[in-house]
């Protein structure tokens, strides 16, 4: 079976990584690849420090897909010999002020109502796990089971692993022959063939395909190198500093990735102002923050959904869809690609999942029929 997987971003590589190792032949097609949301991404694993309050349907597919994560790292590193940079030691939540501490109740009581561990620490004890935190910090909670990947180190070996399937152009068409599926056409003219077609585009459209209702938003993160070049902190850190989120990652080279700004201004540079308050806001929980050097500052749009739940569904015979992965993609992924590769292949989802999981849960029942143009 002859699959195309149009969108190289964390989603459509690890469908991709799935369907060949199961033995298909695959395409991968991508002007950028790996160059969208997934380039952004801090990486944060949290099904427990992410959640919020009435995502119930949402929620037990973080929490699979942060259980499977470990097994995941392995096949991958099992099957191309490179082993992902995956940190699997505790996320500390820190609340910078006492009004803050607030934040910090509510997250406690969401957790225990979900039946979920919680451990709340004193500020001295949250330094004595992470000693670069600053020493008038209000309080804080530790998540052993919230971790962290690079996404950048895991595409880049998913795109060694899919070299030879890839193919570097836009697709502006899902081509259909008498009515069934047969390939899409590039923007080149060129037409790619193939039995199914999985749209993994993030936000992108195609032609031929139904309308997804989604939407951009944008988020500024900053890299950073600690002065000295060790690293500063060795838990990603998420704060809470005048009811501000922000989130501070460490990756195994010394970096630093700084976040959590979230836009909807429909502006695809980054913002000055978010940029200015996250640093703020990373130096008052971590003051080691001011002697760091700039790697980078970039902006990226997360593909979200009305209700922060992702579209996986086969919209019709030979193509399936699987976007809207908003805040939770790189976490989602080991259950992404496994499910997305089993539409791909004739497989159902458990019917919950596909209730869960439907486009048509934002139509009325209906799939949108009028076909977009491609953008
Ligand atoms: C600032 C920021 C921080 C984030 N932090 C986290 C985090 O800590 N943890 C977490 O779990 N998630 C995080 N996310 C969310 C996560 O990055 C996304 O949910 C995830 O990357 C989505 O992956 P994707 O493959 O669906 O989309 P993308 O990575 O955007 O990939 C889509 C790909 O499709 C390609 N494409 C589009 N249209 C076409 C076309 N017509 N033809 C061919 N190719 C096409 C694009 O070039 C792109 O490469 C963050 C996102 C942002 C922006």
């Known amino acids: 079976m002859h699959i195309l997987v149009v969108g190289a971003g ?24 790996a160059g969208g949301a997934s380039h952004a991404a801090a990486g944060m694993l949290a099904p427990a420090a992410e959640t919020v309050w009435g995502q119930h ?51 406690e009581s969401l957790q ?31 998540f052993a089971d919230d971790h962290q990947v690079d996404p950048r180190s895991l595409t880049a070996i998913l795109l060694r692993y899919l070299h030879a399937e890839l193919v570097r152009e836009q697709a502006i068409e899902v081509l259909r022959e008498a009515g069934t599926i047969s390939g899409v056409r590039l923007a080149s003219g060129r037409v790619v063939e193939g039995h199914c077609v999985v749209l993994a585009t993030g936000l992108g459209a195609l032609a031929g395909a139904p309308e997804l209702p989604l939407r951009p938003v944008y988020g500024d ?18 704060g809470i500093v ?20 979230s836009r909807e201004d429909g502006r695809a540079e ?34 979200g959904t009305e209700d922060d739940v992702p579209i996986i569904e086969r919209v019709e015979q ?18 992404a690609a496994k499910a997305t590769a089993t539409l791909a292949t004739g497989g159902q989802l458990p019917a919950a999942q596909q209730t869960t999981l439907s486009l048509s849960r934002f139509t009325g029942g209906h799939l949108p029929a009028q076909p977009v143009e491609a953008t």
Do not use: C, W
């Open 57 to 107: 349907t949402l929620h037990p597919l973080m929490v699979q897909a942060a259980a499977d994560y470990p097994q995941f790292i392995d096949r991958i590193e099992a099957i191309t010999g490179e082993r992902p940079d995956y940190r699997d030691n505790a996320t500390l939540v820190v609340a910078a002020e006492a009004a803050d501490r607030q934040a910090l109740n509510e997250l």
């Open 318 to 335: 030979g193509l399936v869809v699987s976007t809207g992965y908003f805040r939770h993609g790189i976490l989602l992924t080991p259950f």
């Open 242 to 261: 005048n009811r501000r989120p922000v989130y501070l990652v460490p990756r195994r080279d010394g970096s630093l990735v700084l976040g959590a700004s």
């Open 221 to 238: 993160i900053v890299r950073l190198r600690p002065h000295g070049g060790r690293p500063l902190i060795e838990h990603t850190v998420r």
């Open 270 to 303: 980054v913002n000055i102002g978010a940029l200015h308050t996250l640093l703020d806001d990373a130096r008052r929980l971590v003051p080691g923050v001011a002697d760091a050097s700039l790697l980078e500052v970039i902006a990226r749009a997360r593909p």
């Open 112 to 142: 225990q109502s979900l039946g979920l561990r919680t451990e709340r620490l004193l500020g001295s004890q949250a330094r004595a796990a992470e000693p670069a935190l600053a020493a008038n910090i209000a309080g804080a909670m530790r």
């Open 10 to 33: 964390i989603i459509g590589l690890a469908t991709a990584f799935e369907l060949k190792t199961a033995g298909h032949t695959v395409n991968v097609i991508d002007p950028d690849p």
